[in-house]
């Protein structure tokens, strides 16, 4: 049993450190989840089980949408941009009104503004946001960039508010450039990457490249086929993709061709042998709604076979369309017998989690570099740390009698100062869980709807198949402040230190709410 990613201050404590995995090979718990309880395995193949080399992935899909939008009209001098990947992360929100990227916590209040290269300070963030806040639902407006996709069009929006901001030729507006006669909303900048970015991904013209440099631009890594093999021993595994037949055919082939097989000594074996259902154009959301309709690929041309498949599941046989409802039928598994391992929180996670009831499995292929960041610079979150607890002790034995104020004004810019050395240590846009000691809107929605995640789903070999995923009870602020039984005036400091080591572990990175439903058997 294991209580691998700690839920905040927690009944009885946490592991002690010597009961831990290496970090790297860590899978991290949101809710307890019972592994041999499990008996189908989903995967999603792009991030997924395949892996995209980064940067260079990315540099080919920005490369693509630069040449697009020249061709649609834009400016030549465009292409003169580079993709650097220390400036984008996931989880930004693109401001179509006012063409800024923002980093937003759970509740919209805002942690980051840039418009364009340059960030946004003070009395420049009032302007375009008086309340430091934006209404999260306003979703013409508002456009949440989560995916590993969404990293090139991150960075292209702030390329193109950079270089129109700085031309000549065009009037900076609040809401666009004018030229002469002709004005360039953000609105409609957004719209043109959107409908590049289905231009390159619907016209195949990024999956071709791909393709003819397989090896610069996918990761291949001989414990796929290994994991693959022994979670079919213990239960039935499944892909759904969105990507169609005949390039998940060419990107599988090249993950499981191995010349020892999937064990020492044993022949290749074809890809779609490690399946018991294999599923594409699968439509992600919509695929957990109605879906659309189920057809068989015939895997010789690639095409679709014409009518709806009505039929049992065949095996090693590949299916194109269908629904979730329609796995578990094929498979005879219900909702919380599967297990779907993907990289979309909106796409895999948030619909398989809230409309079917799989239990949930994140891949954050960040999460090293987060780690990394994390150990490394340990005496600035301590720093912080120590920081919130002085502020803490200024109004310690203060109430509402006091006429004294005290002066925290140069401590609000020590925390400023060292949460901006912080946030430098991951990127241009800092971390993407926190900024400081708050943490970010990717960060809730991967608490709320990821049941499991980490860095790469092969730390599955580094666990037992009976393994009990346990989450920590997590104390609410009323519980973890407040001792069992009466406390005299004697004894308020020692509440004090429990409220300040409740901060603590909110700085530190330690989820404070549990956010998810109530899992079966007591398990947590």
Known sequence: MGSEGERGPALGGCDPPALRRDCQHRIFVNRSLALEKIKCFGFDMDYTLA?????????????????????????????????????????????????????????????VCAHGFRFLRGAEILHYYPNKFIQRDD?????????????????????????????????SCDTGYRHGNLFMSFRSMFQDVREAMDQVHLSGCLKE????????????????????????????VFLATNSDYNYTDAIMSYLFDFSNGDKTGTPPRPWRSYFDLIVVDTRKPLFFAEG???????????????????????????????????????????GKDILYVGDHI?????????????????????LAHELQVWTEKSELFEELRSLDLFLAELYQHLDSGSSERPDISSI??????????????????????????????????????????????????????????????????????VEHGPVDAGEGSTALELQLDQHSQQVLGLPQDSSGEEEEDGEA
């Not at 909106?346 to 960040?366: A, C, H, N, Y």
């Not at 499991?452 to 973890?480: D, K």
Request: glycine share 6%.
């Open 139 to 171: 979703m013409k407006r508002f456009h949440i960039l989560n995916t590993l996709f969404n990293l090139t069009e991150t960075h292209l929006y702030a390329c193109l508010v950079d270089f129109f901001s700085n031309c000549p030729r065009y009037v």
């Open 412 to 481: 609000k810019r020590r925390i400023q100062k060292v949460t901006h050395e912080m946030d430098m240590c991951y990127g241009k846009m800092g971390s993407l869980f926190r900024c400081g000691s708050r943490q970010t809107l990717f960060a809730s929605q991967l608490m709320r709807y990821a049941d499991l995640y980490a860095a790469s789903f092969l730390n599955f070999l580094y666990y037992p198949f009976s393994y009990l995923f346990r989450a920590p009870s997590v104390l609410m602020a009323h519980e973890s402040t």
């Open 292 to 334: 659309t309709v189920l057809r068989q690929v015939n895997t010789d041309t690639g095409k679709l076979r014409i009518g709806t498949y009505t039929g049992p599941l065949q095996h090693c046989a590949v299916y194109s369309g269908g629904s979730s409802d329609l796995v578990c039928d094929l498979l005879g598994v219900k």
């Open 51 to 111: 892996m995209y080399k980064s940067p260079a992935y990315e540099e080919l899909c920005f490369r693509l949408l630069l040449e697009h939008l020249v061709s649609i009209g834009y400016p030549h001098e465009i292409l003169a941009y580079n993709y650097d990947p220390t400036f984008p992360t996931r989880g930004l929100v693109f401001d179509a009104l006012y063409g800024n990227l923002l980093k937003v916590d759970s509740h919209g209040n805002l942690l």
């Open 346 to 366: 909106f796409g895999d996670i948030l619909k398989s989690k809230k409309r079917q009831g799989w239990r949930t499995f994140l891949v954050v292929p960040e």
């Open 209 to 236: 490249k791909t393709l003819e440099n397989v090896e610069k631009y996918v990761v291949k890594d001989p414990r796929v086929p290994l994991l693959l093999s022994r979670m079919r021993e213990v239960g039935k």
